[in-house]
């Protein structure tokens, strides 16, 4: 399963972010703040991966066409707070593990596991089905591919970088530039994410 254009992808994220730009970046702006705020108390702190998945949810909701309101990114997430929460631990303790100890293996796991929180939230698995899945996912549709799309969605984050260096105006490009974008560039993976979905399912069928 390896025909996803990456070109297709990109055009479709940016389409539907541009489309729903303005929800988006409320409510991008909305979880950056309760990030912030969540991320002030060691409890507040264990309840960002519900808030993530939140986010994810609503940004899937986007992707399928239906309509979420401003706000909509703390509910789902917080009816599987348990899941994402257990699901974030492991994830994050084993890459780490393979980052110190090698470093390809933590690159290698940061790829086959982009999914979990997707599938948790969109697909309500328990946490061991969406590591499983996740990892058949990601190979079924390119490790590389899964590898290319998203070193590229933040190699555009890492452009603005150079406007730093500008005077006067450069470091509000810098500062600014990121989040002004982020509404495109965010539906791209979750664009990839359903693309792979489907033509997984659909490869199940045909078999």
Not at 54 to 59: M, P
Not at 63 to 76: Q, T
Not at 111 to 129: A, C, G, K, P, T
Not at 178 to 195: D, F
Request: glycine residues 8%.
């Amino acid at each position: 399963m390896t025909n996803i254009s990456i070109i297709e992808t990109f055009y479709e994220g940016f389409k539907l972010g541009a489309k729903n730009y303005f929800l988006i970046l409320v409510n991008t702006l909305l979880y950056i703040v309760s990030s912030i705020l969540l991320g002030i108390t060691v409890v507040g702190i264990l309840a960002l991966p519900a808030l993530l998945g939140g986010y994810y949810h609503f940004l899937i909701q986007i992707a399928k066409g239906k309509h979420p309101k401003f706000g909509s990114i703390y509910a789902k997430g917080f009816q599987n707070f348990g899941p994402l929460l257990f699901a974030s631990i492991i994830s994050c303790l084993a890459i780490v593990m393979g980052l110190i100890i090698f470093l390809l293996p933590g690159i290698y796991l940061i790829i086959v596991w982009s999914f979990i929180f997707y599938l948790i939230i969109d697909q309500n698995m328990n946490v061991r089905e969406a590591f499983s899945r996740s990892r058949s996912l990601i190979h079924s549709a390119g490790w590389w591919k899964t590898a290319g799309i998203l070193g590229l969605t933040h190699l555009i984050y890492i452009m603005f970088e150079v406007f730093a260096f500008i005077p006067s105006i450069g470091i509000y490009i810098y500062l600014m530039g990121p989040v002004l974008i982020y509404p495109l560039v965010s539906m791209v993976y979750v664009v990839y994410y359903l693309k792979v979905i489907k033509l997984y399912d659909n490869s199940i069928q045909r078999d």
